[in-house]
């Protein structure tokens, strides 16, 4: 058993006679063996038509079916070593042939905002430390500042700037 994998459709578009997919799946659950290829072996999983999907992809096969999918593409994306992200792309109003061109611009795209969404989330994490720091700099009644000696740059907590009367 892969366990539960539930996944956050974030980001979709549907075309107008297309049924809208629920905003949570269990990928573990519906798609077994596209979940061990993606999340496991972080393999692109490109499906030209159910029949070429392999006999231990039938609970895939049947899920597929029932979404009224003909050919599926999903890339995964990572950050770091684990899959955080996934593309998804659905043909259902005809079987498709996945290009690679087109699996390595997708891949590309998603990498583009996959690096962005990290970024800002650092970014976040970074400020919610800094802001504990000026707490704990205010409480304390002690001004933190640093030096770099390469650039000559300065360093300071609000409550340093205020201490030193740093602009």
Known sequence: ?????????????????????PNTIDLSQLFPWSYRQLVRDCTTVAIT???????????????????????????P???GQR?????????VKQQWSWPEPLITSLRLLGEIFVSALDRRDVFRSLEIYQARLE???????VGLW??????????????????????
């Open 1 to 21: 058993s892969e366990g539960i994998c539930k996944v956050k459709i974030s980001h979709a578009w549907f075309d107008v006679d297309v049924e809208v997919v």
């Open 49 to 75: 038509s159910l029949d070429s999907l392999p006999a231990e992809a039938a609970t895939d096969k049947q899920s597929f079916a029932q979404m009224g999918v003909q050919s599926s593409l999903t890339i």
């Open 77 to 79: 994306l990572l950050i």
């Open 83 to 91: 899959v955080h992200h996934l593309i998804v792309v659905h043909a």
């Open 135 to 141: 707490i704990a700099a205010v409480s304390a009644e």
């Open 146 to 167: 640093e030096l770099d000696p390469v650039t000559g740059n300065i360093w300071a907590t609000n409550s340093a700037k205020v201490l030193f009367e740093f602009g």
